[in-house]
């Protein structure tokens, strides 16, 4: 069984969530920045995560591109907006896991404060994905949520983290 393609997201739509993907990239700028500042800033671990937050920057600035192409001609299927915005907040999901295993050798509060906005990018993107899974059909619709899910899965388990370093308690 199928369900009916949609229409195209309207271009002031597409904006919001370029800036939700501008915002996962700006937390991999924060880790890379973090990595630069560290304390030990000679070590071999912070140069490759460094490297890795770079990459997944990257990644997400390409996705960000992706959607603004696609807005300025006006064809951006629902089906591959959905699957950027999975992919988007899988990067996400990396990232938080990357800073929440690598907190310890950061600055104070540098690791905490990515894996918090990665994780609410995730989040975000993962409503984005459950509405817009709407209209797919069934088989890419239950990939693309368990996808998103997954990452939920994710950012949730780096928030755990690195509340449990900090002691502190996180609202998620």
Do not use: F, Y
């Amino acid at each position: 069984m199928t369900a009916p393609e949609r229409s195209s997201p309207t271009s002031g739509a597409l904006d919001e969530h370029r800036s939700l993907l501008d915002a996962g990239a700006r937390a991999a700028s924060l880790l890379v920045d973090a990595c630069r500042a560290a304390p030990d800033q000679g070590s071999l671990r912070l140069e490759v995560v460094g490297d890795l937050a770079l990459d997944i920057r990257r990644q997400l600035e390409v996705l960000a591109g992706s959607l603004g192409k696609d807005a300025s001609s006006g064809d951006l299927p629902v089906d591959l907006l959905v699957d950027l915005l999975v992919e988007a907040a899988l990067r996400c999901a990396d990232l938080a896991n990357l800073a929440a295993c690598n907190t310890r050798e950061l600055g104070p509060g540098a690791g905490a404060t990515v894996v918090h906005l990665a994780a609410g990018v995730a989040r975000a993107l993962r409503v984005l994905v459950e509405a817009g899974s709407a209209g797919l059909r069934v088989e890419h619709a239950e990939n693309s949520l368990r996808d998103v899910r997954g990452a939920g899965w994710r950012v949730d388990l780096a928030v755990r983290q690195i509340d449990g370093l900090s002691g502190g308690e996180t609202q998620s």
